[in-house]
């Protein structure tokens, strides 16, 4: 969050969106269990969500900034890394509808969860 006009210390590779008055950040996640292979199998939590995994805000004359994430806590994605890193072995990702993509991304679509949820085809 940039609340001035100075630059912040650490920055993602996007600009920051620029955002009059006060701020609500109010988006979709999902709970993500990520097993990776280094040496032994790593289990780890996250979240899925929309675009860059870091937020950045620049609201200069905000009053209030109020964080409302909604966690679609009934729609699981599973991701399993390749133990072999080697040419055609992906990132194994089995969504909450049952199917599963090996596509060569390293985070899980967040428009075929979006899709899943709201009973649409992804």
Do not use: C
């Amino acid at each position: 969050m940039i609340f001035d006009d100075n630059l912040p210390q650490q920055r993602t590779m996007y600009p920051p969106k620029k955002v009059e008055g006060d701020l609500t950040i109010s988006k979709d996640y999902y709970p993500w269990v990520d097993r990776q292979f280094r040496g032994t199998y790593e289990t780890q939590v996250r979240l899925a969500g929309e675009g860059d995994i870091f937020l950045s805000y620049k609201a200069k004359s905000a009053q209030k900034v109020v964080f409302e994430p909604d966690l679609h806590t009934k729609y699981l994605v599973r991701s399993v890394w390749p133990q072999e890193q080697k040419p055609g072995s992906y990132i194994q990702f089995t969504y909450p509808d049952g199917s599963v993509v090996a596509d060569g991304k390293s985070r899980p679509s967040f428009k075929k969860l979006q899709a899943i949820r709201q009973g649409r085809q992804p």
